[in-house]
T-cell receptor, first 109, second 115 residues
Framework: GQNIDQPTEMTATEGAIVQINCTYQ??????LFWYQQHAGEAPTFLSY????GLEEKGRFSSFLSRSKGYSYLLLKELQMKDSASYLC??????????FGTGTKLQVIP | DAGVTQSPTHLIKTRGQQVTLRCSPK?????VSWYQQALGQGPQFIFQ???????QRGNFPDRFSGHQFPNYSSELNVNALLLGDSALYLC??????????????FGDGTRLSIL
């Protein structure tokens, strides 16, 4: 089975940088996804990590340490539209994906 | 290129009834996964279908069942509905043979309310 932990809520200021952490325990790790979900909408894909290190994609970066069971999503130059829930999801085996409860990020002016 | 489509968008049922939700995967995808998302929670994996068979299953009772058709579309059936079944039901599709880094594509979901 899997256990995925991430903070429930975070608040950050427009233009700032925020880091959302995720820790996991799994028996068959095969990659970690980050998704963004606005209220009432479907999750949308942000990033994928399977090897240790940092993956950068525009304002968003994601880091993975497999030995520590740890990942973070880094959002730079925050915009009001970044207010959303951010879901950490671990892939186990072929295609089963288990989601954390999500971190609700509020960006304030 | 049509994405994942789900129907209906909203549904209201009463306890004890049965419901069927439908999903058409993104064009070119052959694998469909179903998730239940309660308010304020992350999606919980129900099961996954590939080649018309249930391949993996999460921690959901037998009241939850599904089907995949030859055209890769899928249905989720829930029997003997309980109040706790009220949630957003998400369908996600993918192509099984692709590399692991290919994400699932989600539909907009069906909002199921049980009275």
């Amino acid at each position: 089975g899997q256990n995925i932990d991430q903070p429930t809520e975070m608040t950050a200021t427009e233009g700032a940088i925020v880091q959302i952490n995720c820790t996991y325990q799994t028996s068959g790790f095969n990659g970690l996804f980050w998704y963004q979900q606005h209220a009432g909408e479907a999750p949308t894909f942000l990033s994928y990590n399977v090897l240790d290190g940092l993956e950068e994609k525009g304002r968003f970066s994601s880091f993975l340490s497999r030995s520590k069971g740890y990942s973070y999503l880094l959002l730079k130059e925050l915009q009001m539209k970044d207010s959303a829930s951010y879901l950490c999801a671990v892939k186990e085996g072929y295609q089963k994906v288990t989601f954390g409860t999500g971190t609700k990020l509020q960006v304030i002016p | 290129d049509a994405g994942v489509t789900q129907s209906p968008t909203h549904l209201i049922k009463t306890r004890g009834q049965q419901v069927t939700l439908r999903c058409s995967p993104k064009s070119g995808h052959d694998t469909v996964s179903w998730y239940q998302q309660a308010l304020g929670q992350g999606p919980q994996f129900i099961f996954q279908y590939y080649e018309e068979e249930e391949r993996q299953r999460g921690n959901f009772p037998d009241r939850f069942s599904g089907h995949q058709f030859p055209n890769y579309s899928s249905e989720l059936n829930v029997n003997a509905l309980l109040l706790g079944d009220s949630a957003l039901y998400l369908c996600a599709s993918s192509l099984r043979a692709t590399a692991s880094n290919q994400p699932q594509h989600f539909g907009d979901g069906t909002r199921l309310s049980i009275l």
